[in-house]
C-alpha cells in the first residue's frame, strides 16, 4: 500500500486510501484487508507498480545509468 502511495498508482487523503477512485479502505491495515479480499484490484496494482519501475529503470539507462563515471566515487590512479 505504502509503495502504492509513493509511485502515485494509490492515492491517499487523510486516512483513506483508493485506487482509481475506488476507496480501498480507511487506514492501512483496511486497505490491506480490502486488497486480500480483492485480489482482481491488488493484481491491477501490482501490474501499475511493475510497469512503473520498469519505467523508472527505463529513464534511469536512458540518462546514462552508471555510465558517464558520475557514480559518486573519485577513481583512484
Do not use: C, H, M
Amino acid at each position: 500500500v505504502d509503495l502504492g502511495v509513493k509511485a502515485g498508482v494509490v492515492e491517499k487523503s487523510g486516512a483513506w486510501f483508493s485506487y482509481n477512485s475506488q476507496r480501498l479502505g480507511q487506514g492501512r491495515e483496511n486497505a490491506k484487508l480490502f486488497l486480500r479480499d480483492n485480489p482482481d484490484t491488488a493484481r491491477e496494482i501490482e501490474l501499475a507498480l511493475r510497469q512503473n519501475a520498469g519505467l523508472i529503470a527505463e529513464k534511469f539507462l536512458e540518462n546514462g545509468g552508471s555510465e558517464g563515471g558520475d557514480d559518486g566515487f573519485e577513481d583512484e590512479a
